[in-house]
């Protein structure tokens, strides 16, 4: 294992850029464990390839720098003494990176087939790519549908709701249809999902990196965004599935946290690509959803008694009240994270 103990600082490279094929970057916070079935997964399936993994501690100090250094000693190491956030620990991975195509990997995925190999053969065949995503599983192998996504607007996200997308999943306002296309083959989409995203050098440093304005979430969706922009093409590989386990590290912090951090980080989505009015507007209309929303709750919550699904009633409540306060801009801890 290479320890790095200032990320912030661009390094030095003993190679030059283009020396091995891929550079897969993980970022790890309290998730040791997965990093560690992340890692034998990569190993045990991606052959034929010269690739380096380099793996950001955002702070946690949760052993995982011991654990690499035991299990894979090949491993680039980078402790950072403060919790960066997914995008400014990626982005300081990156300085770091001797290849020309990068994988950003959660540490909750792991590999079920060679789904790099048959990433990097599509990164380096599909005509203007800039970016290619994996076909993401459920632990049970059932399809996880958020690995394909539609640039965020007020319609679809007001509308965003599991019942609809179940009733309309080829509708264009989820930009899913790649995901029941038959047969399954490589498709052009507008977003994939940042627990596996690989991109050209030349297409994410002309995109300018991951944006550090997120703290959490959105930071995949801006990048296929500004990546798109750059005049490449993003790009939906169903040949190549991985498991994503899913909030492997946002399921330690608080209840709510992934629920208001994912509203708030979309309106700054808002903010940046569509001006302040528009991120008002979006702030306003989740505020109407989110009563509407309680409103179903509670009247919900006798039926849900006699079938003895309380429980699931109290976590949408708490869920939809958080959200509430959060457009009315009572959440004042999120703060912290602009």
Same mark, same amino acid.
């Given at each position: 294992m290479t320890p790095v103990e200032n990320p912030e600082i661009d390094t030095k490279r003993e190679d030059a850029p283009g020396s091995l094929d891929v =550079? %897969? %970057?993980i970022v790890n916070w309290k998730s040791t464990e997965y990093v560690k079935k992340c890692l034998e997964s990569v190993y045990q399936f991606t052959k034929d390839l010269r690739f380096e993994v380099i793996v950001i501690d955002s702070a946690s100090y949760d052993g995982c720098g011991e654990m690499l250094a035991r299990d894979f000693s090949g491993v680039i190491f %980078? $402790? =950072? !003494?403060?919790?960066?956030?997914f995008a400014k620990a990626n982005n300081a991975a990156v300085q770091h990176a001797h290849a020309d195509v990068f994988l950003f990997l959660n540490p909750d995925t792991e590999l079920i087939s060679p789904a790099i190999n048959l990433l990097y053969d599509q990164v380096n065949q599909l005509p203007s790519v800039g970016a290619v995503g994996a076909k993401l599983l459920n632990a049970d192998r059932t399809l996880q549908i958020s690995c394909v996504q539609s640039i965020p607007t007020i319609l679809n996200q007001t509308l965003d709701a599991d019942l609809l997308r179940s009733v309309f999943p080829r509708a264009a306002l989820w930009g899913m249809a790649a995901l029941w296309a038959e047969p399954e083959k490589e498709a052009e989409v507008e977003s994939i999902s940042g627990a596996c995203i690989m991109a050209k050098r030349e297409a994410f440093e002309k995109?300018?990196? *991951? !944006? !550090?304005?997120? *703290?959490m979430y959105c930071e995949d969706t801006e990048l296929c965004y500004k990546i798109s922009a750059s005049g490449y093409k993003i790009y939906y590989i169903p040949q190549a599935a991985l498991i994503h386990y899913g909030g492997g590290s946002s399921q330690q912090s608080r209840g709510q946290f992934s629920n208001v951090m994912m509203r708030d980080s979309i309106s700054r989505f808002f903010t940046k690509t569509r001006g302040r009015w528009y991120s008002t507007a979006y702030r306003a209309l989740m505020m109407v959803s989110a009563l509407c929303r309680l409103a179903i709750v509670v009247l919900s919550f006798p039926f849900q008694c006699v079938r003895g699904k309380l429980k699931c009633s109290q976590q949408a409540f708490a869920k939809w009240k958080a959200i509430f306060l959060w457009s009315l801009g009572? $959440?004042?801890w999120i703060r912290q994270y602009k």
């Open positions: =550079s %897969i %970057i %980078i $402790q =950072s !003494s403060e919790n960066l956030g995109a300018g990196r *991951f !944006s !550090s304005d997120y *703290f009572a $959440q004042t």
